[in-house]
Structures are given as C-alpha cells and as structure tokens.
C-alpha cells in the first residue's frame, strides 16, 4: 500500500523568501505524484504532478518540484513567495492513472509581509 | 464547461437525519471520486465511479453511505442517520481514464450539530 509523508505541518516564511515543503512517499510500486493547494473553504488545484521523465517538474504560480526516487521524495519548492502563497499544500501519490489518490497530512504555508 | 460542480456548499443538520449531497464532473470525464476531508487533514478516499459503475470502497464508507451514478454524469453521496463524526468536507473529483490528474470541486461542508 502506499502512503505519503508530509514532515511540517506548518511553515512559516517572510515574504520574498523561498521556500521548501517536503514530501516523502512509500511504494512497492511505480507511482504518480500530485502537489496541491487548498484556500480555505475550497476545493483542491493542481499545483504540478509527476508522471513520468524529467525529474524536476515546474508547475503554476512558480513552483516546482524535484522527483527522488532514491530518497522516496517528491518535495515542493518556490524561490520566492508572495502572500497570496498562504494557503495548504497537500502532497499526494497515485498508483496508475486514474486511479484513487492517497494524501499526506498537508502542510500550511504562511507567508508574512 | 466550469469545472466539476458540488451543492450544496454547506448543509447544517440535526444527528440522525439524513442528507444527500450532488456532485456534477467534468462532461467529458467518466471517472468520479469522492472523499472526506477533516479539519487539519489530508482528504481520505471514499469510493469511485466509472461511469455508472462503483469500482471500489474504502472501509471507511460505512453502512450508513451509500454513493450512486446511476448515468454515468452525476454522482450523489447519502449519509444516512448522520453521526456528529460525519462532520466534514465531503470532496467530489472527475478525471477521464487513462489520465493521472483529477480535478476537484469546491467541497461541501457538512455540519452535524
């Protein structure tokens, strides 16, 4: 079965400073990886996802993502982050396409001015 | 087409009644999850939907849930005889098959008092 690890449960950060959410993943098998962001009182968006190839993915609002598949590691990066970034990051893993999504904890980003 | 659309965004029951909730995918889309999310954690999978039919469930859809897609379009989620544990957000995602990225509605949150 697999399961996914998000190791801060809250990170706090000035504005303009970059940023990493970490993310760890386990798998017997080959998987897919998923970040997304949550405003509160709402759905779900895709940030960036791993499917397969290279291993850093670029997503939207200036995110990416580094794949490591011998650390079993898929964390989330920004170089700079703006206010509007204050939101919950969910880390997630997907066994084939389609196929149900396993969630970590998420973290809460804060971004102070 | 907007996105994959939930109602209502917020229902507020009594324990021991029961409530339905709607979700509406994506047209194209012929999966649909569902899943729970409670507060200060990751959304946990429920059930899914291919077309019309319920491909699985998790165990923590107990007997007093019951989710249909009698179409293959919508999908409704029943709570019945609702516990004050059912208090939740109760997400509704659509992707097509053969594809890894599910998009997600805003949520309903449910409140049992």
């Known amino acids: 079965a697999q399961s996914v690890t998000q190791l801060d449960s809250q990170v706090p950060v000035f504005e303009e400073a970059p940023v990493e959410l970490r993310c760890n993943y386990s798998?017997?098998?080959?998987?897919?990886l998923f970040w997304y962001v949550q405003y509160p009182n709402q759905g779900l968006q895709l940030l960036l996802k791993?499917?397969?190839?290279?291993?850093l993915v670029k997503g939207i609002n200036g995110f990416e993502a580094e794949f490591n598949k011998s650390q079993t590691s898929f964390h989330l990066r920004k170089p700079s982050v703006h206010i509007s970034d204050t939101a919950e990051y969910f880390c997630a893993v997907t066994r084939g396409q389609g196929g149900k999504l396993i969630f970590g904890q998420g973290t809460e980003l804060s971004v102070k001015p | 087409d907007t996105g994959v659309s939930q109602n209502p965004r917020h229902k507020i029951t009594k324990r021991g009644q029961n409530v339905t909730f709607r979700c509406d995918p994506i047209?194209?889309?012929?999966?649909l999850y569902w899943y729970r999310q409670t507060l200060g954690q990751g959304p946990e999978f429920l059930t899914y939907?291919?077309?019309?039919?319920?491909?699985?469930k998790s165990r923590l859809l107990s007997d007093r849930f019951s989710a249909e897609r009698p179409k293959g379009s919508f999908s409704t989620l029943e709570i019945q005889r609702t516990e004050q544990g059912d208090s939740a957000m109760y997400l509704c995602?659509?992707?097509?098959?053969?594809?890894?990225?599910?998009?997600f509605g805003q949520g309903t949150r449910l409140t049992v008092v």
């Open positions: 995602a659509s992707s097509l098959a053969g594809t890894a990225e599910a998009f």
């Open positions: 791993y499917l397969s190839g290279s291993t």
């Open positions: 047209s194209e889309h012929n999966r």
């Open positions: 939907f291919q077309n019309e039919a319920q491909l699985e």
């Open positions: 798998s017997s098998v080959s998987v897919y």
